[in-house]
């Protein structure tokens, strides 16, 4: 099978199988309340770290998680910046007339949203030890040749990011049909989902500090 359809066929699995984090959600909340442009930004912040992560364990930056410590440490740090997004999310307050009502009001800077996108995905450390441990096995099975491991990387972040644009542009067409009371019910199962999450990873990295 060609090297680049393999790596998509992994960016489809992590997509589907594994794509319903706390970046999933933001996705979904930025769609809904900014439009798709914004949306694109917000996945291509998410794309990039991505891109970091995948690029750095390629050259052997694997001893960022490589110590059960190390590991525990950056857990409690995610797991903390995760409940903290989740609770101002979930106390987040919206009101669609006045989001139309108001239309002079400056939206962020682009680069917020490419900046909260890599930060939401980078303080996630299952993303580093998923992104590092597929690297580990795919190096192994190619014998490290540095050009399909590209070839099958380049296959697997593009699919990432496409299937996150396709959620973004999905959330803002549902915008029309939208009303306040969905909008605060969004807000509360993204803001519990993404702190829900952030207990999680906080617990099990307390447990094995």
Do not use: C
Not at 20 to 45: C, E, K, N, V
Not at 46 to 74: K, P, R
């Amino acid at each position: 099978m060609d090297v680049f359809l393999e790596g998509t066929i992994l960016g489809l699995s992590l997509a589907f199988l594994f794509g319903f984090g706390p970046a999933f959600f933001a996705l979904i909340q930025t769609g809904i309340y900014r439009g798709f442009f914004p949306g694109i930004l917000l996945a291509f912040g998410i794309f990039l770290n991505d891109l970091v992560i995948v690029t750095a364990s390629l050259y052997g930056a694997t001893s960022i998680t490589s110590g059960a410590q190390n590991y525990s440490l950056m857990g409690i740090i995610g797991g903390g910046l995760l409940i903290i997004i989740g609770i101002v999310t979930y106390l987040r307050k919206t009101d669609i007339r006045e989001m139309e009502d108001k239309p002079e009001i400056k939206a962020p800077h682009p680069i917020i949203y490419i900046g909260k996108g890599f930060i939401l995905n980078a303080v996630n450390p299952f993303v580093w030890i998923f992104w590092i441990s597929i690297i580990v096995g795919i190096t192994a099975r190619f014998n490290a040749d540095t050009f399909k491991l590209i070839l099958f990387f380049s296959g697997t972040l593009s699919i990432v990011l496409i299937t996150d644009i396709i959620k973004t542009f999905a959330a803002s067409q549902f915008k029309r049909f939208i009303t306040d009371k969905f909008l605060i019910l969004i807000n509360k199962i993204a803001g519990i989902a993404i702190a829900g999450f952030g207990i999680f990873i906080l617990i099990r990295s307390i447990i094995s500090f």
